[in-house]
């Protein structure tokens, strides 16, 4: 009678295993969406920080034209501003001009540039001790943004010099 018992035990369906499978499914399945799930919002999170990063070297370079413009109007615009004094560019819709007051572009950018003055050495070449420079200047224009990750930053440092009256 024992052999034919261990025969009818070993045949019949174990209770609650079709349970566990049940389970195990919904795990596997859970976790490779949620994997799916965590990889496009990563792919999104990069993008639009990608998307932030283009404008903000958009509005750099378009920081520096800016810049030339103004010299290219008149070297004064240039020469009169304060050393290591952040200035902001101001446009309004025809002229940019320089301002003290912070001006977020679209809201989220900080545009600002700073102008030091230049100093020539003997070989009228640029050094860091010499003589200044009055018709050379060197800025240096900023973009800040929020990014989620903290303060994201773009610095370009250019020379302009006075080309109209030298």
Same mark, same amino acid.
């Given at each position: 009678? @024992?052999?034919?018992?261990?025969?009818?035990?070993?045949? =019949?369906?174990?209770?609650?295993?079709? =349970?566990?499978?049940?389970?195990?499914?919904?795990?596997?399945?859970?976790?490779?969406?949620?994997?799916? @799930?965590?990889?496009?919002?990563?792919?999104?999170?990069? @993008?639009?920080?990608?998307?932030?990063?283009?404008?903000?070297?958009?509005?750099?370079?378009?920081?520096?034209?800016?810049?030339?413009?103004?010299?290219?109007?008149?070297?004064?615009?240039?020469?009169? =501003?304060a050393a290591g004094i952040d200035y902001y560019l101001d446009f309004d819709g025809v002229n940019f001009a320089t301002t003290t007051t912070d001006t977020y572009i679209d809201g989220m950018f900080d545009r600002s540039f700073t102008v030091s003055d230049v100093r020539r050495d003997g070989n009228n070449d640029i050094a860091t001790v010499g003589v200044i420079d009055p018709n050379t200047k060197k800025i240096a224009l900023t973009v800040a943004w929020n990014s989620g990750y903290g303060t994201s930053t773009r610095t370009i440092e250019t020379y302009i010099t006075n080309l109209f009256n030298l």
């Open positions: 009678m @024992s052999s034919l018992k261990k025969f009818c035990s070993s045949r =019949l369906p174990q209770g609650g295993f079709g =349970l566990i499978e049940v389970v195990i499914a919904t795990a596997i399945l859970a976790s490779v969406l949620l994997g799916v @799930s965590f990889f496009f919002q990563t792919a999104l999170r990069m @993008s639009r920080n990608t998307t932030h990063l283009v404008q903000a070297n958009f509005l750099s370079e378009e920081g520096i034209e800016a810049v030339k413009l103004m010299r290219d109007d008149s070297w004064d615009n240039i020469a009169n =501003l």
